[in-house]
């Protein structure tokens, strides 16, 4: 049993490259996250997918991009990244979104990745 | 949206119970209450939710007045393995959640 799993691990990405983190899930959760943390804070959310073929952008949207053609699968793209978005990824799932009460959340081992 | 308030940091000492507080005076009629653990190097780990009055689960309790402007994790006979840190969460949904540093919380031996 897997749960979520995010490639890659670690990244070193030059400034101006662009960069898809992936996630997939097995627990054929409807929701999934994308947050990120920055050293010594909470996570901010990205993005945000209630359902396949949904996306909603969360508090810091800028810079990314997601999408999410199937129920397992949401990556993360970065058009042209910049030292700004050096941090931690990750990824989450929940059985629902914005429903009440909502659900846990799940979440893989992140990605950390550095913006040079 | 609301937020929460609580402490940076605390200490304890294997065996000990463990309350943390949390702040969170504007929270709505529809908001819960969530906490979440996280080690380092890993993603946060759900551990209760609640809205009022008082929740346990095998980990943890969470009471919450009836004012709801406050609530309290405590974990009971906390050991080494039990610090990481602590977010308290406060939203009608994950889309609203908002995360503050949480508290890191140390055991000592």
């Known amino acids: 049993i897997a749960g979520i799993t995010q490639a890659p691990t670690s990244q070193i990405l030059a400034a101006g490259r662009r960069m898809t983190l992936r996630c997939t899930q097995d627990m054929r959760h409807n929701a999934m996250y994308w947050y990120r943390q920055d050293l010594g804070l909470g996570l901010r959310l990205i993005h945000y997918s209630n359902t396949a073929g949904t996306t909603g952008k969360g508090e810091v949207p800028d810079g990314y991009s997601v999408s999410r053609a199937n129920t397992d699968d949401f990556p993360l793209t970065l058009a042209s990244a910049v030292p700004s978005q050096t941090s931690v990824y990750f990824c989450a799932s929940s059985d629902s979104g914005g429903a009440i009460p909502y659900n846990e959340q799940f979440f893989g081992p992140g990605t950390r990745l550095t913006v040079l | 949206l609301a937020k929460t308030t609580q402490p940076i940091s605390m200490d304890s000492y294997e065996g000990q119970e463990v309350n943390i507080t949390c702040s969170h005076n504007n929270i709505a009629t529809n908001d819960y209450i969530t906490w979440y653990q996280q080690f380092p190097s890993q993603g946060p780990r759900f551990i209760i939710q609640?809205?009022?009055?008082?929740v346990t689960n095998e980990v943890a309790s969470l009471f919450i007045p009836a004012d709801r402007k406050s609530s309290t994790l405590s974990l009971p006979r906390v050991s080494l393995s039990d610090t990481a840190v602590y977010y308290c969460l406060v939203g009608e949904g994950n889309y609203q959640l908002i995360w503050g540093a949480g508290t890191k919380l140390i055991i000592k031996p």
């Open positions: 609640g809205y009022k009055t008082k």
